[in-house]
């Protein structure tokens, strides 16, 4: 099978279902992230969006329906309550799905319902119109262990939005309720699977970016139209926008910049950029952006994780010097996500081996790692979206 984590992490799923300091409560740890560094305070707000233009793929749903959330520079903070990382819905689902696929995750000891971000709900926003990044995780991942890097963003000065893939996150809190993984059981099916993954995707960022639209112009693109924080479509500017993603959100978020003029600079956290696996007998079949090439600015970050098929995708862009490379040593695929500053708590803890924090975030210190990749991406974006 073609090695990838994201092909890993979904071919068990088709197989089961046929730094900062630590506190303790209850016996349950609660983990916490680091503080960004920007200036500004952060607000954030949930937004349900249907596309009536499009079956869902995974539940034959007759529209297209997701979650997302932004994080933007609030105006006032005053009187409103921080956001958890997760729901409490959310935690739950994901204390008892993510053991599954990273089997070095603990099954019990942690509160994953306790983790505070640093941003405050549906905050009013500033008036001042921001560059706007959009977010799409790895497979089987929520759009909140990317919390960390969005609010870096936000607190730099830029409006921010995590997608949730719908049906191939891990799970999805929906106002009307939780929304878990649903791919095909069937692992004869793996390849077509993972296309409909990736097209699905692509699909689903320019939906988004569309929904943002409508809120640049004053509208509610909410589809229970749940009152927006004030003055947040004032501070999208659209003249502005880049996009990045992890693994598999990485290819996603390069492809879509490929396709899509309306986005102006993208970045890869370690993806492939071709649909994986090849049906058998067949080669492997690359993203247009690996044949042609790109005009916009391209990042790619990686780790020691990086194989020879990551090699082969990306070696045209950056022979080419249309992409920038940035690799960290001692490091693994994860440590773009949350668990970078989470999983050196869960050693610490004891609620995790040495050995399972290094094969996801690798040995490398989260005082270095975590302030190091927000500050490429945030010095990325600042220098093609300002």
């Known amino acids: 099978m073609f090695r990838t984590v994201t092909t890993l992490v979904i071919a068990a799923l088709l197989t089961t279902t046929s730094g900062g300091a630590v506190a303790q409560a209850n016996d349950q740890l609660t983990l916490r992230l680091p503080a960004p560094t920007g200036h500004h305070q952060i607000g954030t707000t949930a937004l349900h969006l249907v596309d009536p233009t499009r079956k869902d793929p995974w539940n034959d749903a007759p529209k297209r329906e997701l979650m997302v959330s932004v994080f933007y520079p609030a ?51 500033q008036t001042t119109r921001r560059p706007v990044v959009l977010y799409t995780p790895g497979g089987a991942e929520p759009r909140t262990l990317g919390t960390g890097v969005a609010e870096e963003l936000a607190s730099n000065g830029f409006v921010v939005v995590t997608i949730d893939h719908s049906g191939e996150a891990s799970e999805v809190d929906f106002p009307g309720g939780l929304r878990q993984i649903d791919l095909p059981p069937d692992p004869a099916q793996f390849p077509q699977t993972m296309r409909t993954v990736i097209d699905t995707r692509f699909a689903d960022t320019k939906f988004v970016l569309g929904q943002l639209e409508v809120l640049a112009a004053g509208r509610n693109p909410d589809a229970d139209r749940k009152p927006l924080p004030q003055n947040l479509g004032r501070a999208l500017d659209l003249r502005k926008i880049g996009i990045y993603g992890h693994s598999v959100g990485g290819g996603t978020a390069a492809e879509t910049m490929h396709e899509d003029r309306r986005v102006d600079a993208a970045i890869s956290m370690e993806s492939y950029l071709s649909y994986y696996p090849a049906p058998a007998g067949q080669p492997l079949e690359q993203f247009p952006i690996a044949r042609d090439g790109t005009d916009r600015p391209l990042l790619v970050l990686s780790s020691d994780y990086w194989d020879a098929d990551m090699q082969h995708d990306w070696a045209p862009l950056v022979e080419n010097r249309t992409t920038r490379r940035i690799d960290w040593d001692n490091a693994q695929h994860y440590v773009f996500t949350d668990y970078a500053a989470m999983l050196p708590q869960l050693q610490r803890a004891g609620l995790m081996t040495a050995q399972g924090r290094q094969e996801l975030v690798g040995a490398i210190d989260p005082a270095r790692s975590v302030p190091s990749v927000r500050k490429s991406i945030v010095d990325f974006f600042d220098c093609h979206l300002r």
């Open 75 to 125: 105006k006032d903070v005053r009187g409103r309550q921080v956001a958890p990382q997760m729901t409490p819905r959310a935690a739950e689902s994901f204390k008892a799905f993510a053991p599954r696929v990273h089997t070095q995750l603990p099954k019990d000891g942690v509160d994953w319902a306790a983790t505070k971000t640093h941003s405050y709900v549906d905050a009013p926003a």
